[in-house]
């Protein structure tokens, strides 16, 4: 299926007469367009791909860093609300942000410490 010169000559006079010489740039400019977001679309499936890693990383580093907030928090006395995740006094029964309860960490330690 390969176009000589003459074909492309040709093909390009049939779209002249059929379209005119004023319609001509409007389509190419269509076609530039369909082609170029043809083009994006086979190559946003790796860019899907790439943002699902991304992701991925960015919870295992939140995940991470909230572990080691939460266990230098129950040192420190502060405890952190489970549903909005702010800070609140150790001695705190509900979020002061939420309003949801608060678990106490010290009922955890005490049960591990006991078995």
């Not at 909230?66 to 702010?86: H, I, L, N, Q, R």
């Amino acid at each position: 299926m390969n176009l000589g010169p003459m074909e492309v000559i040709v093909i390009l006079i049939v779209a002249l007469l059929i379209f005119g010489p004023k319609n001509l740039p409007k389509l190419g400019k269509a076609l530039g367009k369909t082609v170029k977001n043809v083009r994006e679309g086979m190559s946003g499936d790796d860019d899907k791909k790439k943002d699902e890693e991304k992701a991925t990383e960015t919870e295992a580093h939140l995940e991470e860093a909230s572990s080691e907030e939460a266990s230098t928090a129950s040192e420190a006395g502060v405890v952190f609300c489970p549903k909005c995740g702010a800070k609140n006094p150790a001695d705190a029964a509900f979020c002061s942000k939420c309003g949801a309860k608060l678990t106490k960490p010290e009922a955890a330690e005490t049960a591990d410490t006991e078995e």
